[in-house]
Structure formats: C-alpha cells, structure tokens
C-alpha cells in the first residue's frame, strides 16, 4: 500500500480514491435514511416499527451482496410499546388544537375523554393529602409555567478551529466522581408514592411542559417496561407554548376544558430486542474482526433520523461501498445496528457478552483476542471532525494517518480525552478498542436529539455522504494493516469471576 510521506503507518491512497469516487458520486445514503425515517421511523425498541425497519434493512443490504445478513435477537428487554394514536384540543373557555405526545410505556386513555384541567403541585406528601379526593377525572398540570427567552445564538454551528484545538487537548481531572445526592432514595419512594396516588385517584392524564419551544417538544419514556410493576396513569408532553396558556388561563380563576384521545398498546415479549448484523468475509486474517456500528433505535416523536439514522445509514453505506469497490480485505468486517441503546446499550452489550466476554468479571471468549477495532457513530449528522481516543495513547499515530486524506473534509483532530452515552462504550468497557467519532453539532442538542423534529429534512446530505467515506476507509485500513490495533490495559472486573474462570 501507498504510504503517506512523513508517516509510519501505511495509508492505501488508490483504495481512499475507490472508496472516495464510490460514496461521494454513487451515494445511497440520503435513500437508506428515508426508508429508516419517513417509511419506517420512528423505531422504538420493542415495536412493530423497529422489526419492519430491520427486515428491510436486511433485504437491503443482501441485495448489495453483502454476506450473513440477519436479525441476530437478545432478551431481556421486556414489554414493547407503540403510540397509534394522539389528539389533544382546547374546547373551554376557547378551542385550540395542542401539540404534544404521550411518554413511551405509558397507557392511553381508552378513548376520547373530556375533562377540566387543574393545577396541582404535588411535590411533598403533605401535598396528596391536600388534594386527596379532588382530581378524579381531572387533567392535571404539576409543573410551573417555563420562561421562555429569544434565541441570541444559533442553534446550529460547526465546530471552529479554537474549539477543535481546545477540545485536543488532554483533560486534567480531579479524580473525583459524581456523589449521589443526599437522600436519593426518598424521592425515588415519593415518585412511587405519587404515581401510586394518581392511579388512586382515577385522573384523565398527567400534563408538562416539554423542553425546547417554537413547536419542538422533547419526550422519552415515563413508565415501566416491567409488566409486574404497578401502573402508571396516562402521561402527556404539550410544547411549553401551549402549556402555559392553559395555565395563565387558569390563573384567571377561569375553567379550563381539554379532549384528550391517546391510544397506546403495550406489547408483551422481546419483539424488538434484536440487532441488525451484516458481514463481509476477509481474506488470510478472516479469523479476526473489524466492527462497525450506530444504534438502530430512537425515541417515539419524530422519526428517529440525527437520532440515529444518520449513523445507521452512514455504516450501512460504508458496507455497500466496501463491497460496490471490491477492495480486499484480510480481516473479516462485521456492522452491528443495536437496538435497546436508548435505555441503555442493551444491544451493543448482548452482542458483546455473546460473542466477546462479560463486562462485570471481564471473562473473556476465544473471539476477543481477535478483535481489532470498533467504530461508532452517533453524534447526529453533522461532518466527521476527528475520533475520540478513549485515552488509548497508542492508537494516536495509527489514526492520524488514516485522517490526511480527508483533511480536505475537515477531519483534522484526535481528542485523547473518553466520550460517553453510545455503545462503543460497550466494547470499551471489556477492553476492546472502541471509538467514537467526533461529529460538528449543528442542532443536535439544541433541535432534534429526541424531540418531535427529528427528521429526515434535519439531516445533512453532504456531511453524511463524506461520514460513510470515512467511516469506510478507517474500516479499510483496520481490516488491512499487519497487527491488531494496539489495546489500553484491561479494566478491572466489577464482579469478581467465579472460582476457575481466567482472563484473557
């Protein structure tokens, strides 16, 4: 291979070339994101959604050749979950429709009701005996009214050179780690407490105010996956806009009437508990691995695309470039889309107990000594600025090479310090190389990351186009170099392992 002048690490530039002219002038990437988005998403772990999604990524990607395609399962999980249906209406003292959604692994409202909206704070025990008695088939607001301000900076920017180069810098820690809070277990109980009442007192639904404004609403789950826990009652997100009319409303001493109709239906098993899995098959080294992966999952709102279709489609993409280029590959590529991320890496970590070793006692199986390298990506669809190293110090010269011929992209920077919150976490903590790629933000924290906007339009065509290239070529030389990628030291077990079982 082409070695890159004043670098030790061989970088095939006629590959980079194939792999460059294959996803930049032939790139299905914005196609494979609208079949997640618009025909498929949302894709909440455990629905029927995510299954249709994954069959027809599966379908997919065998039409491209690519080998071993499946829907590999993993359990525990618990109950799935789908909303098929959310209306919410002012009709007292004025009629306005109201936007909002239902928080996953809640129930609905067993049809249409009707009923008057009260302001009830509830934030003490002495506060249920307060309004004991008095909220039966009332929608209740527990929360104050939120102050709403202009917006005096973008929501969207790319990373600058100063913000780059800070963020390259090593991190110098205190070492200390985050406390829990004093008492954390008593507002555990009254949470239980409180839920329990409301169930008790036969409410309509509970009602809050969402973070963002101008119509984005950011909602996640506010029930149990477990069946054997106690109910919960119906639970609802408006935008803050139209919360706090309802309450200055109210404030007037004037009634206020809402119609509410939410259909959810929970779904008992693992229907959604799996991965998605693709391979392509290497050449001498075949024994050994390179991995890929995004998480395959989202939240129920929007339609789950900066969150995280843009990763799934990328490495999806990456996959059909490496197999539409032909480039040989000695070691074995395996892409993984997980499902289960948003509540936890349930499967990134399934995959990994099954195949690679117990994070708890660091038990290890035969393929772990196999493994080179895991790359992920889930920071929304904003470009590729440069990889988190996870402190390994050793993988620094290898991945700078890889990084010269897209500079021209503005991939530029290795950050020594840990990223966290996505599944490369997985295969870290069972010391295997796992990164993370660092992506600009654009509106990801400020927009879409699990609001009612996220979707296909947010997505960036361009930035996503040049991530699959990357991601593609980083696979390419990973598969192809002479050693595994060198590994930080083991960490240790948090469980001891059982008498006779040794580390590898």
């Given amino acids: 291979m082409p070695t890159l002048v004043g670098q030790g690490e061989p970088v095939d530039l006629q590959a980079v070339y194939a792999i460059k002219d294959e996803g930049l002038q032939r790139s299905k990437v914005m196609e494979i994101a609208s079949y997640l988005t618009d025909v498929y998403g949302p894709r909440l772990t455990g629905s029927p959604e995510i299954r249709r999604a994954g069959e027809w990524a599966v379908k997919e990607m065998q039409s491209w050749g690519v080998a071993n395609v499946r829907l590999e399962p993993w359990t525990g999980f618990g109950r799935g979950w789908t909303n098929e249906r959310f209306a919410a209406h002012m009709t007292a003292p004025a009629t306005a429709t109201l936007i909002g959604y239902p928080k996953a692994w809640t129930p609905g409202t067993n049809g249409a009701v009707t009923g008057d909206a009260v302001q009830a704070r509830l934030d003490t025990p002495a506060d249920l005996e307060t309004w004991r008695g008095k909220l039966k088939g009332k929608f209740v607001l527990m929360a104050p009214a939120r102050a709403l301000t202009p917006h005096f900076t973008p929501q969207a920017d790319r990373f600058t050179d100063a913000e780059l180069s800070d963020l390259s810098r090593q991190p110098i820690s205190a070492g200390r780690g985050r406390g829990g809070a004093p008492g954390g277990a008593a507002p555990q109980t009254f949470a239980r407490d409180r839920t329990a009442f409301l169930v008790s007192e036969g409410i309509l639904a509970t009602i809050e105010p969402g973070r963002g404004d101008g119509g984005t609403v950011f909602v996640q789950s506010g029930g149990s996956r477990n069946a054997a826990d106690p109910p919960t009652v119906p639970q609802v997100v408006l935008t803050a806009e139209h919360y706090n009319r309802i309450l200055r409303i109210l404030e007037k001493k004037i009634p206020v009437t809402l119609e509410m109709d939410v259909r959810n239906t929970f779904l008992d098993g693992d229907a959604g508990a799996f991965n998605v899995v693709a391979e392509i098959r290497g050449t001498d080294k075949a024994d050994e691995l390179v991995m890929l992966g995004a998480h395959f999952d989202s939240w129920h709102t929007g339609t789950g695309a900066t969150d995280n279709a843009a990763g799934s489609a990328v490495m999806m993409e990456a996959m059909r470039i490496l197999r ?16 289960g991320e948003e509540q936890a890496y349930f499967g990134s970590r399934a995959h990994v107990a099954q195949h690679f070793g117990d994070r708890q006692t660091l038990a290890t199986k035969p393929a772990h000594a196999k493994f080179s390298v895991y790359f992920n990506v889930d920071n929304g669809t904003g470009a590729i600025r440069g990889v988190y190293l996870q402190g390994n110090e050793a993988v620094a010269p290898i991945f700078r090479a890889w990084m010269e011929p897209f500079a021209n992209f503005g991939m530029t920077t290795l950050a020594i310090r840990n990223t966290g919150g996505t599944d490369h976490l997985s295969f870290d903590q069972v010391g295997l190389p796992g990164f993370q790629f660092i992506q600009d933000e654009l509106e990801y924290d400020s927009r879409t990351h699990h609001s009612n906007m996220d979707v296909f339009d947010r997505l960036q065509a361009e930035d996503m186009m040049k991530n699959a290239v990357i991601v593609a070529s980083f696979v390419y030389h990973a598969a192809n170099r002479d050693q595994l ?20």
Avoid: F, I, N, Y
Wanted: proline share 22%; net charge positive; hydrophobic share 30%.
């Fill in 324 to 339: 539409a280029t032909g480039l040989p590959m000695r070691r074995s590529v395996r892409m993984g889309l997980w499902s």
């Fill in 485 to 504: 990628l060198p590994r930080k030291p083991m960490p240790k077990p948090t469980v001891p392992p059982p008498t006779g079982t040794t580390r590898q």
